[in-house]
């Protein structure tokens, strides 16, 4: 049986491996899709980069030391400010930068302390938002991109067939109508992965300004507080 296989005609074995379907690549569906797919890839770049960029900004902005408040509190108390201000300023948090407006103006009205601190925390929220908004238009924008794509493949495959006349082609509408698809699974996948990082980045977000709240409120009560700080400044 071997022996037969290697015996036959060469002509015979090419003819046989040009019936072999040929397998289909990302890469080819990518230059299938023309030149919308260049559009796609780029947003699914930036899409990528402010995904990840975020989530290491989020991540970092929510460690912060669990005695924090509490060294804050007696230091507050002891009336050592300087310090309290030199620890908030050594601790990278939006948290220790919250706390830091604070207690840079005990000795004010709490009423105008309370406000300086919300101020402080709005300017935080906003850092951390950074690059989510480009992030939603990416999830919005790139299956219409997609589906351009789609339309504009099944325009050039009725426009192939109304050329071809009498000889029409299978081909002719499979081509457009396999452009087309490319594009939409393209679009599709790009706006998946900018829908769910926006929204997972947006949850992140939402637990760490829930921190920021509690700390802020934790902050507050402490400036209530009778302490050392207080008598300091009436004296």
């Not at 830091?100 to 300017?123: F, T």
């Not at 949850?203 to 902050?219: A, H």
């Amino acid at each position: 049986m071997l022996t037969t296989i290697l015996q036959a005609d060469p002509a015979i074995i090419q003819e046989a491996a040009a019936d072999i379907p040929e397998k289909m690549s990302l890469l080819k569906m990518a230059v299938a899709g023309g030149w919308l797919m260049i559009v796609l890839l780029i947003l699914s770049i930036i899409a990528i980069y402010i995904l990840g960029n975020r989530w290491w900004a989020i991540r970092k902005a929510s460690k912060i030391s669990p005695d924090f408040m509490k060294d804050i509190h007696e230091m507050i108390h002891e009336g050592k400010i300087k310090a309290a201000v030199a620890l908030c300023r050594n601790t990278d948090s939006p948290i220790a930068r919250l706390i830091e407006k604070g207690v840079e103006r005990i000795g004010r009205p709490l009423n105008d302390i309370q406000a300086a601190v919300e101020n402080m925390g709005n300017v935080e929220v906003a850092r951390l938002e950074k690059g989510l908004p480009m992030l939603a238009t990416i999830a919005g924008g790139a299956p219409m991109i997609g589906f351009l794509g789609t339309v504009i493949g099944m325009i050039q495959a009725f426009f192939n067939m109304s050329q071809a006349g009498s000889n029409i082609d299978i081909t002719l509408l499979s081509g457009g109508i396999y452009t087309a698809m490319v594009t939409t699974v393209g679009g599709l996948f790009v706006g998946i992965i900018a829908y769910f990082g926006y929204n997972y980045l947006t949850s992140k977000i939402s637990d760490l300004v829930f921190k920021m709240e509690s700390n802020t409120i934790e902050f507050m009560d402490i400036l209530y507080e009778p302490s050392k700080a207080t008598d300091k400044q009436s004296a």
